[in-house]
C-alpha cells in the first residue's frame, strides 16, 4: 500500500539537517531516536516534507475537516509556547504535543485532536522537534 518515494539516507540527511538548523545536540538526539526515526519513515512515504528553509508539511493519510495538509512554522515565539504550555490544565505529554502542534501549524486543538491515529503519531512526533 505504501510507497517509498524518498530514499531512507535521504530522509535521513533532511532530518539531521533540520535537528542541526534547530541546534538539537546529541544527547537530545538519542532520546529522540524512535521519534526520529518516525519522522524519517513518514518522509520516506511522502507524508512529510521538508523545504530547505527547515518549514515542515505534513500530508495527511486521512483528511479530516477538509485539511489534507499540515504546514509547521519554522519557529515560534518562545513567550507565546510558554503562555499556551502554562495554561495546559493537565500534565499530559499528549495534550502538550497537539498545544505545539497547534501553535506551529494554526491549526484548532479541536481539528488536531480528531486527527486518525497515524497521523497523529506523526504530528507528536513533529511536536518533539520543537519542545
Given at each position: 500500500?505504501?510507497?517509498?518515494?524518498?530514499?531512507?539516507?535521504?530522509?535521513?540527511?533532511?532530518?539531521?539537517?533540520?535537528?542541526?538548523?534547530?541546534?538539537?545536540?546529541?544527547?537530545?538526539?538519542?532520546?529522540?531516536?524512535?521519534?526520529?526515526?518516525?519522522?524519517?519513515?513518514?518522509?520516506?512515504?511522502?507524508?512529510?516534507?521538508?523545504?530547505?528553509?527547515?518549514?515542515?508539511?505534513?500530508?495527511?493519510?486521512?483528511?479530516?475537516?477538509?485539511?489534507?495538509?499540515?504546514?509547521?512554522?519554522?519557529?515560534?515565539?518562545?513567550?507565546?509556547?510558554?503562555?499556551?504550555?502554562?495554561?495546559?490544565?493537565?500534565?499530559?505529554?499528549?495534550?502538550?504535543?497537539?498545544?505545539?502542534?497547534n501553535q506551529?501549524?494554526?491549526?484548532?486543538?479541536?481539528?488536531?485532536?480528531?486527527?486518525?491515529?497515524?497521523?497523529?503519531?506523526?504530528?507528536?512526533?513533529?511536536?518533539?522537534?520543537?519542545?
Amino acid at each position: 500500500m505504501f510507497v517509498i518515494k524518498v530514499y531512507a539516507e535521504a530522509a535521513e540527511k533532511e532530518v539531521s539537517a533540520l535537528l542541526d538548523k534547530k541546534n538539537i545536540f546529541p544527547k537530545r538526539r538519542e532520546q529522540l531516536q524512535p521519534v526520529i526515526e518516525a519522522v524519517i519513515e513518514a518522509i520516506t512515504y511522502g507524508f512529510v516534507a521538508i523545504a530547505e528553509d527547515g518549514s515542515i508539511v505534513q500530508t495527511l493519510v486521512t483528511p479530516v475537516g477538509g485539511i489534507t495538509e499540515l504546514k509547521y512554522a519554522d519557529r515560534v515565539a518562545p513567550a507565546i509556547m510558554s503562555k499556551v504550555i502554562g495554561a495546559l490544565k493537565v500534565d499530559n505529554q499528549s495534550a502538550r504535543n497537539i498545544a505545539y502542534v497547534n501553535q506551529y501549524t494554526g491549526i484548532l486543538t479541536a481539528t488536531l485532536e480528531k486527527l486518525e491515529p497515524a497521523d497523529r503519531n506523526i504530528a507528536e512526533s513533529i511536536s518533539l522537534f520543537f519542545q
